[in-house]
């Protein structure tokens, strides 16, 4: 500093040079050879010097605020919401979360220096990416599905634990289908299939992981059923809605395998979860509503263009035939009067007209609970609505009166007669001896 003017040190290095320009003990050759400054620059600076002193060393712009810096109320915007609502975002999500909802417009790497210059770490730092051989993608669109679930605090500490359902196209990286439950279970594997026949159509291929719900643990033991129908391995119900779908089944041997759907599942713990927060859901049933326009956001901002612009997803069953196969299965035997048992009730089965449909006694039923928790029956071929049968229970019977019984007589106490061995002195139980046995 020099003269109340802060000066960088090579700026305080040109007073010195300047001085002597202007008492004439060098040249401007020399003073500019001295700088590394054009000798007319250095002019420049000497007149300037001579009028003003050290102050026109300084830059012009030192101590103003650019004119394109981010104003301070919008920094605060930027640091109020991410330590609220925002925390755990990335930088690249808040940028897209503040474009969208507070039309403030900013870069991830600005965000970035806003969050490290208040001291806020940062929620997701970039490492370098280790080097590893990845199988290429699939050409076409639907070749190839990816299924999984992933249990997670998706609610944080709002609303119950819950486990998300996904399903990912290995092609596009597009979400084909997602769906809340509150455990892993067939219903909601069953929902995201229902999404990707009805929004994209039959896949050709579906990988997953070896769980029980996907391959059965009965491997080589088949029922007589099975062994009719001629399979060869066990299916579960997701194996038997795949077969009449006509979709193959892979299982993956590890992890890594499905490393698409695995990599999702990462992206959604962060971006799911704030969004969730921001839209302040807190049941199972809001957050499945709230899936569709979130699934739509996400493909939007990171869906891929495939190799080959044809798609190989082949058009879906219709309606009808999807009751059959989108549904949870469960068998019974028909009794002699034409009805079941399901769950401690009695049920009728009914056409299209309403009429009961008699049934073979001892023939099966299989009973099918639809994605929309509607029950109904396959019988020979066809469906049929379900009716609960009211039974009438006969009235209890009025209990009689209860008959006191007389209390029993005691027992005598059995005694023994005076005459009985046991009562008489035992010397007269003495055997006398015979005079015989000595002599």
């Avoid at 391959?215 to 029922?223: D, N, T, V």
Wanted: aromatic residues 6%; charged residues 20%; glycine residues 6%.
């Amino acid at each position: 500093m020099k003269g109340d003017v802060f000066l960088r040190p090579d700026e305080a290095q040109r007073i010195p040079v300047l001085e002597r320009l202007l008492k004439g003990e060098i040249t401007v050759w020399e003073g500019a050879q001295a700088l590394g400054l054009s000798e007319r620059h250095v002019l420049r600076l000497k007149h300037a010097f001579a009028q003003h002193g050290a102050a026109i060393l300084a830059h012009k712009n030192r101590g103003r605020r650019p004119s394109h810096a981010v104003p301070d109320a919008v920094r605060q915007t930027v640091l109020g919401l991410a330590l609220d609502v925002y925390r755990d975002a990335s930088c690249q999500h808040m940028a897209e979360l503040l474009a969208e909802y507070h039309q403030v417009h900013l870069s991830a790497k600005t965000i970035a220096r806003i969050l490290k210059a208040a001291g806020i770490p940062l929620a997701h730092t970039h490492k370098a990416a280790r080097r590893r051989r990845s199988r290429e993608r699939m050409p076409q669109a639907g070749a190839l599905v990816q299924v999984d679930a992933s249990p997670f605090a998706w609610l944080e500490d709002r609303g119950p634990h819950l486990c998300l359902h996904g399903a990912i196209d290995d092609a596009t990286s597009q979400i084909l289908g997602l769906w809340f439950l509150l455990t892993e279970q067939l219903m909601g594997y069953l929902q995201v299939l229902r999404q990707i026949l009805q929004h994209h159509g039959v896949p050709v291929r579906l990988y997953s992981d070896r769980h029980t719900l996907f391959f059965s643990p009965k491997q080589g033991r088949l029922s007589i059923d099975e062994e009719l129908a001629g399979q060869t391995i066990p299916l579960t119900q997701f194996g038997q809605a795949l077969q009449a779908l006509g979709i193959v089944h892979i299982p993956a041997r590890s992890p890594q395998a499905k490393g698409r759907i695995e990599r999702l599942w990462q992206t959604l713990q962060s971006r799911l979860v704030t969004e969730l927060r921001i839209a302040r859901v807190r049941t199972l049933d809001d957050a499945n509503h709230f899936l569709p326009g979130f699934i739509e956001r996400f493909n939007r901002r990171f869906a891929v263009a495939p190799k080959d612009p044809q798609p190989a997803f082949r058009p879906a069953p219709n309606a009808h035939e999807l009751l059959t196969i989108l549904a949870l299965r469960e068998t019974r035997k028909a009794s002699a009067g034409s009805t079941i048992s399901f769950q401690g009730k009695t049920y009728q089965l009914l056409d299209a007209h309403r009429h009961v449909v008699p049934l073979t006694p001892r023939r099966t039923v299989t009973v099918l609970t639809g994605l929309d928790g509607v029950r109904r029956a396959l019988y020979a071929g066809q469906v049929y609505t379900l009716q609960e049968l009211d039974v009438v229970t006969p009235p209890p019977l009025p209990n009689p009166t209860p008959v006191t019984a007389p209390p029993p007589s005691p027992r005598p106490t059995p005694r023994s007669p005076a005459t009985h061995p046991w009562r008489r002195p035992f010397k007269d139980m003495r055997v006398p001896r015979s005079p015989a046995l000595y002599t």
